[in-house]
């Protein structure tokens, strides 16, 4: 199993509230993580930084361009940014292109990504079929045909969304994110902007770590849910 | 984690065709695996035996009693029969407390059972609400209270039922038994009267196992589908 | 294919209102069609009657029981009245053992019964269920054993609900029931005690038979809608 | 609009934690509020309890039911114990009876229970059926025919299970409980057993409140989620 | 709560048969109600027309607009039209613009939209997915930024598709359209071109109505239903 | 009842495994059977061809469409190749224009194309997508308005995925194949490429006989299963 994992996120906030845990307990384990930031959130997540004078686009894109990349390096984990635009998103040929590259390279052991639905958010669900589109994409030979081909298509795991049951979520898997929770609850404050949703994600974590002792049987306190998208092929059930 | 598991099937066939992989796989493993059998599958499931003249409901009963007895031993686990009659099943307050029992003195690390639904089938869908229950009430303190109580609710997997989509049924976890593959399918032949099956599982099996190879990119040729009921807790994703 | 036909109906209004054209057609093209009728609707389907003085649970059912038989003849069904209570329904053992006879003895080529689901109304799913039960433990050899068993477990059409979204049903099949609407619409008068319902069912049937047009391009005016619990097996998709 | 309400809870604590603040509000809007719980929970939801020496069953109910009469009595209401015991819920028909007598006499303007779906519980769902089927019995003027008869089955709202999406429970309504919060959350402590509950469901209110703002644009904190069994009927839309 | 509405509409007829009631009892009522026609369904929906000799698109649309006109104008309420084709739709970015400052001036209390999905037509899904991408876009704030922003996303409410249950809809809100039931009638006949549907949507008001009495018990004779796709926010239950 | 059928298929493989019965059995009775196949799944279904050295694009086309035609001879059908470009589809308005253009001339009896969802290929959903639009844009008199135009919309049949639980897939109808199977097998060898699946898809076929059997009650050994998009309208149930 390659130990390396691909976060593709529509927005900054979303791989910090929704993944922050599992990009770094995975990194603190030696994985190489790498996120795909597809826009900056610069029209739709920014009310904060719009509501100070003289503001450009340009200038509220740098801003969340420098807390994401604050966040990525806080979690140990890589980040590329494409620009994308947001609100909704503009994903380009040549974007797609480059994200099939990132999943051949990087081959990937998991891929985290956004929830299939979400009717309070358009670029969401955008996000989440572009990184299943480019998944399955980079698995045709015949897409930049290569001598060293040894892609292998990744176990897919879709983040909670803000209000899981409006989107259909099912949390499938907790992950125990208790080793990581301190790092993930520091990297909300480099969210300046969001201030508002550190104390709302504080509470999913802890909600789910409940929920994560009670489906195991054994105690943690945070968690981290997800949906799978592909059945787990195992060699033991327990 | 408990290295035991409870298999509760409706009948005989049930745990041979649908679990009999997961059984023996464990079981090698040094796995303790009880089966419940429930009934005998003595009206509902031996059409071949009352096509003979001279039949009666014992004969059928201590016939597949024989069966069973010695396809849970073939397959390396122990087997509890309830009795309970069948088509449907009968079930009294004496079997649900005997399962309670049988859940806390196992402790199991796994539960196996049949679908939630079965348009063909009653008893299915009643064996799993049933072994539902058990799971439930045995946790509550206040029944049998004993000292040294400690139980804990094991993740539930329910099993493939024959027509699978009609059942709502999600394959959510493919089980490799490649490991035991050849002992499963000889397992088969002790089941004489649904020899018209035998060809089938084993085309069930090869069909998820390439679906399993499909879906963890390992080679693999024999799976068993399963559906989680409840979320899995974890410590790594991949 | 058995000409013949089984029809499960919870109350006497059921099988009017919701099955009331397909009894009249197939009765029509030669079908011998039997209806059981679980329960008078004596107590929750008889307001009516309640709001008279002097009124008994006697009284009523044999008020309604005159109604039925009225409506089964004149739709060309015969009917065999379980009176086993309604509001709920209570089915007793030897009801259900009659029910499996039944099955066997007219071996139908096919069933309609209540839908699965209805928050409105507890009698329905429950005859529902008690029609499926009977007609898989019809199948089973041993009970009962018979030599000249030769029963096939026919397929099941679920009729239409009051408020079809609030049950979950979708109109899988349009039986076009334009030859025998005059019919249906005459024996709603035989339910005196409905007629609230007589406007409401005549436009249920417009709805269906417009829906049906559309459907399959051919003019129709006058349907019923059904849902099939099986798959429809064919030798040819036109 | 009748200004009454009936709530029917499985155990004490339920009607606590999902209910609590519905129950208040109306309370202290001037609804006469009437809860009936079903158990005392004294088996499966008394672990502290049965954790001391020398624990009887009837001291466990004895202790439960000194606490759900403090809760209901804190928030307003009236309480009413069927005793029918718990892990599982036992149902006679004599129980049956009597609600449905309540239905009928307090003629409720709405109705909390329990999510139809639960497989972490069975008691949760079993109350919820017991409801509706009371309920809907309460409409048949055969029940007990009385000449002042003037019962309107009322909106149902199911409360929220423990975990939601486990349950396929949708938040269709948020009511906004800030005007009670305080008075709910002083009513957590009346459980003195189930002390790690209390920071779980003051997380509920908290996320539920934030939704409820996102949702209608007016600022709120504490929200307690439904979803309605039925559809709503309206004069206008906004 | 802003007494503004917004209808968004994929052709001239949908927002007459599933709208018109709502859209005349909120004009009646105060509201400043807009309808957005995004196309004449000149292609689709025109078929009397087209089988007139001569016939040119132009032509076509001339009629679907002069028809619309007078309808909104019946009803009361002003409309716009996007003219951007139809079968399929073909909505540019500078009709997604439009509707975003639509949104953003008239700032509605609700929006009234097509149901998600619809199998017989994909103009409808369309339409709604549009609406609800404007809705969301809107809230951005970094999209055209204004200094007296005060948007606040609104309700949505779906309404009822032609065949409602093969498009997963679900009558969660009824309307009573009682007071404007002549006047939504009335207008039917201004859209003489698709007269065979008079009927067929009387019908649907018919027993929409029936469901809104037996849902409130309250009388009422003519309803719409729609589906909401948010939970609803209030202060009470009842 | 036209005796044509269509068949819109993303790539060669699919019409052979998913419909290959269903083509060859109609093209025996009589029927016009025309395959519009989107894409030679030159890139993503020719991973064998890739794997030789000096492959070119165009050479992997030549050879699955040569493969294709001879498949399609062999079944009994028409093809047309749209050579669209797969993984993903790019499905342009000429496109769109002639399929509509197919739809309208030949008037299919029924359509068979791929299922509403597959999370394991883009391809597939789009496909289904896109037939399912001509089909709806055919029945609009305002596209290319014809006097002679007798178009009817047809019943459209899904075919059957590669992991149907996965995407959703119902066999709601089973095609009883056993008359061509062996030609239907045979065909399997054109494609040479896809050696692996052969046997897949053999099982599959005996999985769905069995299943068609049961459902059934007559004796089939073949089966194709399909989910219907609409409902069936009869004039007779049995």
């Given at each position: 199993?390659?130990?390396?994992?691909?976060?593709?996120?529509?927005?900054?906030?979303?791989?910090?509230?929704r993944?922050?845990?599992?990009?770094?307990?995975?990194?603190?384990?030696?994985?190489?993580?790498?996120?795909?930031?597809?826009?900056?959130?610069?029209?739709?997540?920014?009310?904060?930084?719009?509501?100070?004078?003289?503001?450009t686009?340009?200038?509220?894109?740098?801003?969340?361009?420098?807390?994401?990349?604050?966040?990525?390096?806080?979690?140990?984990?890589?980040?590329e940014?494409?620009?994308?635009?947001?609100?909704?998103?503009?994903?380009?040929?040549?974007?797609?292109?480059?994200?099939?590259?990132?999943?051949?390279?990087?081959?990937?052991?998991?891929?985290?990504?956004?929830?299939?639905?979400?009717?309070?958010?358009?670029?969401?669900?955008?996000?989440?079929?572009?990184?299943?589109?480019?998944?399955i994409?980079?698995?045709?030979?015949?897409?930049k045909?290569?001598?060293?081909?040894?892609?292998?298509a990744?176990?897919?795991f879709?983040?909670?969304?803000?209000?899981?049951?409006?989107?259909?979520?099912?949390?499938?898997?907790?992950?125990?994110?208790?080793?990581?929770?301190?790092?993930?609850r520091?990297?909300?404050e480099?969210?300046?902007?969001?201030?508002?949703?550190?104390?709302y994600?504080?509470?999913?974590?802890?909600?789910?770590?409940?929920?994560?002792?009670?489906?195991?049987?054994?105690?943690?306190?945070?968690?981290?849910?997800?949906?799978?998208?592909?059945?787990?092929?195992?060699?033991?059930?327990?």
């Amino acid at each position: 199993m390659s130990r390396t994992a691909l976060v593709v996120s529509a927005h900054p906030g979303d791989f910090v509230w929704r993944a922050g845990g599992a990009i770094a307990l995975h990194a603190k384990k030696g994985y190489r993580v790498k996120i795909v930031c597809l826009a900056f959130g610069e029209r739709g997540e920014s009310q904060f930084a719009w509501k100070q004078s003289g503001m450009t686009l340009e200038k509220v894109k740098a801003g969340r361009r420098d807390e994401a990349e604050r966040a990525a390096a806080a979690l140990g984990a890589e980040i590329e940014f494409f620009d994308a635009g947001d609100y909704p998103l503009r994903l380009a040929d040549s974007h797609m292109d480059r994200l099939i590259d990132i999943y051949r390279d990087l081959n990937p052991g998991f891929v985290l990504t956004h929830s299939l639905e979400d009717p309070y958010n358009v670029d969401h669900p955008a996000a989440a079929a572009y990184a299943q589109e480019a998944r399955i994409v980079a698995q045709a030979m015949g897409h930049k045909p290569q001598a060293d081909y040894n892609y292998s298509a990744p176990p897919v795991f879709l983040f909670e969304p803000h209000q899981p049951e409006m989107c259909n979520f099912k949390p499938q898997v907790i992950l125990n994110i208790d080793d990581v929770w301190d790092l993930k609850r520091k990297t909300f404050e480099i969210l300046a902007a969001q201030k508002h949703l550190w104390a709302y994600y504080e509470r999913v974590a802890l909600q789910r770590g409940m929920q994560g002792g009670r489906n195991s049987g054994r105690a943690m306190t945070y968690g981290e849910a997800y949906q799978r998208l592909f059945p787990l092929v195992v060699e033991e059930l327990a």
